[in-house]
């Protein structure tokens, strides 16, 4: 398995039982900070769930989401606050956090704190911003924009590796199909991964229906575990999957969520999908 997204927790046990470096890892946690209880609960269940089942866990949570649908929809507790959540969590539960950032100037800030840095998928082509992270030192998670075919993702790690970043992973999410809608191609997995960098697929945002909502987007999680077992069976390194004890009221991308208490059900089924190959 890539080292860097080895968890906390498993590196600490040296005699963690699986060698063969295969197992399917896992970043999750809520698509935005909304409060820290919450943001904390989901984080202590996720690693509950990750440890009994053996998997490698990164918790991920927003602290600013700055590509909302419209001015007036929540976008988080902004850097400061949230950076400071992210490491309570991160210090209080032993936790590899991930979070995304949007301007160069954030690189430098959340560094310290971030064990792998995001680049959004509407900004995976900024050279800035992707150049400010990279010379950070820090591992790189890009997600490929919904207007990308896979073999274009090519450019976009040549630009990471130019400024020195070493450990890069793409996200596969989904392509825009006609308005509203996205579909994911399963051979994207497979043509990136041929480019020597693990291949993430993004469970929860891949059913999103963007601006479905008019003023918010929308989606349709039903079909969010459906995709990860193909995703995972047609060789995904890593999951993505966005959760929420109650996604009906989440304060961001709530209809494309998984529900909290189904995570370990569905992990258990992608587990054995995984062992299968």
Do not use: W
Not at 23 to 28: A, C, D, H, K, T
Not at 107 to 134: E, G, H, M, N, Y
Not at 215 to 226: D, M, Y
Request: charged share 20%; with cysteine; net charge neutral.
């Amino acid at each position: 398995m890539y080292p860097y997204f080895q968890s906390n927790q498993e590196k600490d046990n040296i005699s963690s039982p699986d060698k063969r470096g295969n197992r399917l890892f896992l970043i999750s946690g809520p698509c935005v900070i909304e409060d820290d209880e919450i943001t904390f609960t989901i984080a202590s269940r996720l690693k509950k769930i990750a440890s009994e089942l053996n998997i490698p866990f990164i918790f991920k949570a927003s602290f600013d989401k700055a590509n909302r649908s419209s001015i007036n929809s929540f976008r988080g507790p902004g850097l400061e606050k949230g950076i400071a959540i992210l490491k309570h969590i991160k210090d209080s539960l032993n936790l590899k956090i991930l979070s995304d950032i949007h301007y160069p100037e954030q690189a430098k800030v959340v560094a310290d704190i971030l064990d792998i840095i995001q680049i959004p998928a509407f900004l995976c082509r900024q050279t800035d911003l992707i150049s400010a992270a990279a010379k950070t030192g820090k591992p790189l998670n890009i997600k490929k924009g919904q207007f990308l075919s896979p073999f274009e993702c090519s450019n976009i790690i040549q630009k990471a590796r130019s400024c020195g970043c070493s450990h890069i992973s793409i996200t596969e999410r989904g392509t825009t199909f006609g308005y509203n809608n996205l579909v994911v191609d399963f051979r994207s997995i497979q043509i990136i991964k041929e480019m020597g960098v693990p291949v993430i697929f993004d469970a929860t945002h891949s059913v999103q229906l963007p601006g479905g909502g008019g003023t918010e987007s929308s989606g349709e999680s039903r079909f969010a575990p459906c995709l990860a077992r193909a995703a995972v069976a047609a060789g995904a390194d890593g999951l993505f999957i966005e959760t929420h004890p109650d996604p009906a009221r989440a304060l961001c991308d709530g209809p494309n969520s998984i529900l909290l208490d189904n995570m370990s059900s569905l992990l258990s089924t992608l587990v054995k999908i995984r062992e299968a190959l």
